[in-house]
């Protein structure tokens, strides 16, 4: 077990394209992490039907279209196992015997469930909702996995994951793992608005799969200083999205702009133009590992195979492992 690579579980649920926030906030590092740790990345269907429970026809499709937004965003299918969650029941069968020792009251003080809840004006949860962390717990937990990019909202959850691996091992044997959190360089990133952050669901977003065109419209349209009338005017990067979206995007100019715009020596139009460039510059790459993938939309079906048969086997080892521990092995012995 020492000597092991130390391992990575994290993903998503499959509900719409990826955007910038998603790949400053923990793609980006998934992407950096997959050299040094075994990856293992969830394609959380069934946590997507705790708030979609409906039969949802797009499911088949979003989980196309976000394999293909990690593939382009530099996740490498040979060092980065991408696999869907309905298809491993042992994640499954680990929730159930989390959930005999997990409070209810834990998960309704859950500062996560309680946003996502009023987002989606839940006056009542259903179980599997107000249950989804126990079901991350056991999809992190299965896996063994050492540490868990994630974005800022998923802290609760990974909290969770580490106190039931703790009561686990404490009450039967200890074979389960604390998971480390890792949140990414930039936790929040606000949207095209200003206002909130980047959320598919508030319209404010550049995907990953944006155009050119569409990236440069896009900022185009971004929200500025609004005192600011003439490219003379002095300017107030402290309220300007397209200043917070340099820092990210542009750092090595950040001084230079602020300073120039502060002086009323660099216009919006310019300025919006250096940061298409840089967004566009990191999209560029991503661009064309997509269209690889578009000509060959076989090559997802086999990856999504091949990688949910390999996630398998590591799950079916571990539950081994637990129902042992568990003195659930009656006849295995
Ligand atoms: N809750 C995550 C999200 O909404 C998705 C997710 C499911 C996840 N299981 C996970 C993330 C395990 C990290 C680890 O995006």
């Not at 793992?177 to 936790?187: K, S, T, Y």
Request: with cysteine.
């Amino acid at each position: 077990m020492s000597n092991r690579k130390k391992r990575i579980l994290t993903g998503d649920r499959p509900t719409g394209n990826l955007h910038l926030g998603h790949y400053v906030g923990s793609l980006a590092n998934r992407v950096k992490l997959q050299n040094d740790y075994e990856s293992y990345i969830i394609i959380a269907d069934v946590q997507a039907l705790t708030t979609h429970w409906e039969k949802d026809d797009y499911l088949a499709r979003d989980i196309y279209q976000i394999t293909t937004d990690y593939l382009a965003a530099g996740l490498d299918p040979d060092l980065s196992t991408i696999f869907i969650q309905s298809m491993i029941p042992e994640i499954h069968e680990l929730t159930i015997y989390y959930s005999m020792f997990t409070s209810v009251n834990v998960l309704r003080h859950n500062p996560t469930i309680k946003t996502e809840a009023a987002q989606h004006g839940f006056k009542d949860m259903t179980y599997g909702f107000l249950g989804y962390p126990v079901s991350q717990a056991a999809d992190i937990s299965i896996f063994k996995a050492d540490l868990v990019p994630v974005g800022e909202d998923q802290v609760p959850h990974i909290e969770l994951a580490r106190k039931i691996v703790r009561r686990f091992n404490d009450l039967y044997t200890p074979v389960l793992v604390e998971p480390e959190v890792l949140v990414g360089d930039v936790p929040r990133l606000i949207g095209l608005d200003g206002k909130s952050k980047m959320s598919k669901s508030l319209n404010n977003s550049i995907f990953l799969s944006d155009s050119k065109d569409e990236v440069n419209k896009k900022i185009r349209n971004a929200l500025t200083d609004p005192a600011r009338i003439h490219k003379t005017d002095p300017g107030h990067p402290e309220v300007c999205t397209v200043y917070e979206y340099h820092k990210v995007f542009n750092p090595g100019e950040i001084e230079e702009i602020e300073a120039d715009c502060r002086k009323g020596q660099i216009g919006c139009v310019t300025c919006k133009k250096k940061l298409s460039g840089k967004i566009n510059e990191l999209l560029d790459p991503m661009r064309e590992r997509r269209q690889k993938y578009l000509s060959h939309p076989e090559l997802i079906t086999e990856i999504l195979m091949e990688g949910t048969k390999k996630a398998h086997k590591v799950a079916d080892a571990t539950m081994a492992e637990v129902r042992e521990a568990m003195g659930l092995n009656y006849f295995r012995k």
